[in-house]
């Protein structure tokens, strides 16, 4: 079950059309560029024991800039990949 929640993860992130790094086995960390709402946004993809895949999305300060307000951009991006996952699930 891992292995293929790892093709998973991998297949939304790439459907999505984010960019990504292999943090571990198990974890991913994808970097989304400036929207013009924020200064971009990271989003850490996890895959827990047990099959439960675990998302979080927060958005980047860019030097002495903080983002105070994300605009929806966090929500709307954990809801996208996990969107994808669903769709990448109901294929196989």
């Known amino acids: 079950m891992g292995d293929?929640?790892?093709?998973?993860?991998?297949?939304a992130l790439k459907n999505v059309?984010?960019?990504?790094d292999v943090l571990s086995d198990k974890e991913f960390l994808?970097?989304?560029?400036?929207?013009?709402?924020t200064w971009g946004?990271?989003?850490k993809v996890r895959i827990l024991p047990g099959g439960v895949i675990e998302a979080d999305s927060k958005c980047l300060s860019s030097g002495f800039r903080l983002?105070?307000?994300d605009f929806g951009k966090?929500?709307?991006?954990?809801?996208?990949?996990?969107?994808?996952?669903?769709?990448?699930?109901?294929?196989?």
């Not at 293929?4 to 297949?11: D, N, T």
């Not at 059309?17 to 990504?20: F, Q, T």
Request: glycine letters at 4%.
């Open 74 to 92: 966090n929500r709307k991006n954990v809801e996208t990949f996990f969107a994808h996952v669903e769709q990448m699930i109901a294929k196989h």
């Open 4 to 11: 293929e929640l790892v093709i998973v993860v991998k297949s």
């Open 17 to 20: 059309g984010w960019s990504y």
């Open 30 to 37: 994808a970097s989304l560029p400036f929207s013009g709402w």
């Open 41 to 43: 946004e990271e989003v």
């Open 67 to 69: 983002q105070l307000f």
